[in-house]
């Protein structure tokens, strides 16, 4: 009897430490949306205090001044391209990694799933941007996004593809396909989920990207909704209110996307992780 109330004693104290944790985390978040609806003189504190006067129309303030609609289109097009790219790359790739195991492939995948964890140089990226004139040009932050979501595709796919029976690929061969055709009409199909997957993970990620989009756009007009906070912070004042109200816009299609898509990625990792 002791040692069951000393088990529940320790299961409690671990879910109050978790409670506690869970809401220190929170903190920022709380901070970002009450300060979002007060007025500027009041969000100057920044404190978690409700505001005495809640003003909504910060957000509309944002909308027109931080020109949120433009850079939100631009967000949209950068994700959304660099998306595309870096899932039907990967998916090719990981298909060619994981049917072709030879110590040639198997040290070229190793290489490229390498690219998840080593840092970004970007002292040499600046260069070879400006070598390439990509640098300051949509073509170019496309290409850098989808650059830095293949690594991370092509690990996630690649377990996916080693689940599909090398008997499909016969029975196709002989039947007549060609590598092309029996990729997209054969193999494409049966990684839906997977590349449902890697997909929503990527879109997340250049979203969220920040540093990237700051070295390499030097126009305000290129910037994407990340970057937009910069237009409320001046040489003297910033105006708090509005940076909050910009930085709660910014996270709301990731937050409302990654609610919608959530099943896939959980569903989509966990039986991705059961080989490769």
């Given amino acids: 009897?002791?040692?069951?109330?000393?088990?529940?004693?320790?299961?409690?104290?671990?879910?109050?430490?978790?409670?506690?944790?869970?809401?220190?985390?929170?903190?920022?978040?709380?901070l970002i949306v009450v300060n979002a609806f007060k007025p500027d003189a009041e969000a100057l504190t920044l404190t978690l205090s409700l505001p005495e006067t809640w003003t909504?129309?910060?957000?509309?303030?944002?909308?027109?001044?931080?020109?949120?609609?433009?850079?939100?289109?631009?967000?949209?097009?950068?994700?959304?391209?660099?998306t595309v790219i870096a899932v039907v790359l990967g998916s090719m790739a990981a298909y060619i990694f994981s049917r072709r195991r030879d110590?040639?492939?198997?040290?070229?995948?190793?290489?490229?799933?390498?690219?998840?964890?080593?840092?970004?140089?970007?002292?040499?990226?600046?260069?070879v941007m400006q070598v390439t004139h990509l640098n300051n040009s949509v073509p170019g932050i496309i290409l850098l996004y989808a650059a830095t979501q293949l690594p991370f595709t092509v690990?996630?796919?690649?377990?996916?593809v080693s689940k599909v029976p090398t008997d499909l690929d016969?029975?196709?061969?002989?039947?007549?396909?060609?590598?092309?055709r029996l990729y997209f009409n054969i193999?494409?199909?049966?990684?839906?989920?997977?590349?449902?997957?890697?997909?929503?993970?990527?879109?997340?990620?250049?979203?969220?990207e920040f540093v990237m989009p700051l070295y390499f756009l030097n126009s305000s007009e290129k910037w994407p909704m990340t970057l937009a906070v910069y237009n409320f912070f001046g040489q003297y004042e910033k105006s708090w209110n509005l940076i909050c109200a910009?930085?709660?816009?910014?996270?709301?299609?990731?937050?409302?996307?990654?609610?919608?898509?959530?099943?896939?990625?959980?569903?989509?990792?966990?039986?991705?992780?059961?080989?490769?």
């Fill in 155 to 160: 690990f996630l796919i690649y377990g996916f």
């Fill in 187 to 208: 193999i494409l199909p049966m990684l839906r989920s997977s590349m449902v997957t890697a997909a929503v993970l990527c879109f997340l990620n250049t979203w969220n």
């Fill in 246 to 276: 910009d930085i709660l816009l910014t996270c709301l299609p990731v937050i409302i996307m990654y609610l919608v898509c959530q099943k896939y990625i959980v569903g989509g990792q966990t039986a991705g992780a059961v080989k490769g």
């Fill in 103 to 127: 110590r040639f492939n198997n040290s070229v995948y190793m290489y490229m799933v390498l690219g998840i964890v080593i840092p970004i140089n970007y002292v040499a990226l600046m260069k």
């Fill in 170 to 180: 016969e029975a196709a061969v002989i039947d007549g396909c060609g590598p092309v």
């Fill in 56 to 82: 909504f129309s910060n957000f509309a303030t944002v909308i027109e001044k931080g020109k949120l609609i433009r850079s939100f289109l631009n967000s949209l097009l950068y994700a959304g391209c660099a």
């Fill in 1 to 30: 009897m002791n040692g069951k109330k000393k088990k529940t004693a320790v299961n409690v104290l671990k879910n109050v430490l978790a409670w506690m944790v869970s809401l220190i985390m929170l903190i920022p978040l709380v």
